[in-house]
């Protein structure tokens, strides 16, 4: 399959170790998963896993009792994650949301993470899903939130006036497309106040992480507000 079309994501993929510690301190707090259950429960189903990077989640569903197929342009992130779970019959497949190595009407839920479906340009990977889901499926985009919490603080933080970052055009595409937006509250809980500005520092500019300390001090923990986009098939 031709993948030419993928980028690179510099948080996961320079620092897949750091970014195992950002999906451990996300995962301490349930309350994003409980609201992922509520959605589309997996155990039992078939879930589609697009952008799945190392298979942090792919691997919890897995376990979890779902059909999992983890798919994934990245070879070196793919790597990562088939070494990550080899005995749990997960399917870890290479390709993008674009070029999804799917049959059309096979997935129950398809899933996506913080991965590619970030609103407008995302057309062909959304076509592609719509394709692949059965009848009575669900999509779930999970994004960050930009209204609530430390990390939409940070992020407004981040981008300044860079008027590429659009929120409100963002929920205007999904809504474009029939989705229903569910914001969910969570938080990151690091292990160490040391830990947690590791983390920040792969997913922001240095002085937005430096700005950010002065204000609070160290600390271990941050809130954390999402954005969850869902379409029924
Ligand atoms: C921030 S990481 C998130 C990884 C994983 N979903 C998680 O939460 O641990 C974004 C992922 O999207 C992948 N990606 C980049 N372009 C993509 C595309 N066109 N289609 C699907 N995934 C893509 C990256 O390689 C990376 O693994």
Do not use: K
Request: hydrophobic residues 45%; charged residues 25%.
């Amino acid at each position: 399959m031709r993948l030419d079309d993928w980028v690179r994501a510099p948080n996961i993929s320079g620092n897949p170790a750091i970014y195992e510690r950002e999906n451990l301190a996300l995962a301490r707090d349930g309350r994003l998963d409980l609201a992922l259950r509520e959605v589309a429960d997996w155990p039992g189903r078939t879930l589609l896993d697009v952008g799945c990077g190392t298979g942090f989640w792919s691997e919890r569903y897995a376990r979890d009792g779902a059909t999992v197929l983890a798919v994934e342009p990245d070879p070196a992130l793919l790597a990562l994650a088939q070494a990550r779970a080899a005995d749990l019959g997960l399917s870890w497949l290479r390709g993008s949301a674009e070029h999804l190595p799917v049959p059309s009407d096979h997935v129950d839920i398809a899933h996506a993470r913080f991965a590619y479906f970030f609103g407008p340009g995302a057309e062909r990977g959304l076509a592609e899903v719509r394709r692949v889901l059965r009848p009575g499926g669900t999509f779930v985009a999970i994004d960050n939130s930009w209204r609530r919490g430390d990390f939409a603080e940070l992020l407004r933080d981040a981008v300044g006036g860079n008027a590429s970052m659009d929120p409100a055009a963002t929920d205007a595409w999904w809504r474009d497309q029939g989705a229903q937006r569910i914001d969910v509250d969570g938080g990151w809980r690091a292990t160490s106040a040391d830990e947690l500005e590791q983390i920040l520092r792969i997913e922001f500019p240095g002085d937005t992480v430096d700005r950010f300390l002065a204000r609070r001090g160290p600390v271990d923990r941050l809130s954390y507000a999402f954005a969850l986009f869902v379409i029924r098939g």
